[in-house]
């Protein structure tokens, strides 16, 4: 028999992991949106020190040859930038924790489920590789490739701890209304799922165009960004009115057929805000002259997006009482 005192306790805590890799997310987008990425030029340390300067005076007098003979030539101290890039590491050394305590809570699940404790071990050491990835990506000095592989690997990090705590409560979701589901839903879901990955491959790819521009344009005039823009963030723009209008079919079908205060209306609900307040934040960047906070707010509604989605899948999956292999 499970403790259900410390399966609450799993559940909170991969709860409380997943929202804080989606805030690292959020950081990390500020970091490379505002140019902060070498904010601090080597890693795990700060310009040489645990806690960063806040005033050039307290760097070496020669530190620009220094870090010139590291490879990094233009390495120039900016505090707000230092600040925003460290910011960005406590961040990711707090969720180094938080995952190591739900990995430990998942032990629960040895004896009952060991896919669970799988999963959590899992997503565990992921995190590890994912600090060491960070690290890769400061020594590459911040190559886009890497800066968008570490990405991607946060938001398979997020499925994983998704997976594992729904699967925690599996006995409450097969109690879910599934009688109304057809194959095509689950056909439409598993294509929407598909449509925003390629979506945020997409908007990688932008991001990266926009990083060459933004670099080329030293941070400023960010009105001017739009002229240089590649034909793909054109298509990327287009294809959101594609994952809209799909979603919408998902959200209104979910309406017709399962109970108002049912949880699988509730996220079909959330997902619509999501994509809605993706579409906005990336009309801001395209007409309101690429307001800085707006570009890690699009990231991290797109990250959103795929998480929810991903969290119905596996919700009408026990619905069903389909039994996870």
Known sequence: MIDHQAANRFRRLGTLTIFAVYFVILVGGVVRASGAGMGCPDWPTCFGQWVPPTDEAQLPANYHEIYA????????????????????RLVGVSIGFLIFLTAWSSRIYLKTDKTTFYLALSAFFLVGF?????SAVVASNLKPFMITLHMLLALFIVALLIYAISRSQKNLLTALNAAWLTPRFIWVLKIAMLMTLLQIAMGTQVRESVDYIAHQHSYIDRQYWRDSFPIIFYVHRSFSSL????????????????????LLLKVAHGLIGLIVTAILAGVSLDRLGFPALAQPVHLLMANLIFGAQFFLFICLHYAQGESAR
Do not use: C, H
């Not at 809209?244 to 049912?262: G, H, P």
């Open 69 to 88: 003979a590291r490879g990094y030539e233009s390495t120039a101290f900016n505090p707000v930038k230092t600040w925003t890039e460290y910011t960005n």
């Open 130 to 134: 994912q600090g060491w990835l960070g």
């Open 243 to 262: 994952i809209l209008f799909t979603n919408l079919w998902l959200a209104w079908t979910l309406r017709k057929n399962v109970e108002k205060d049912s």
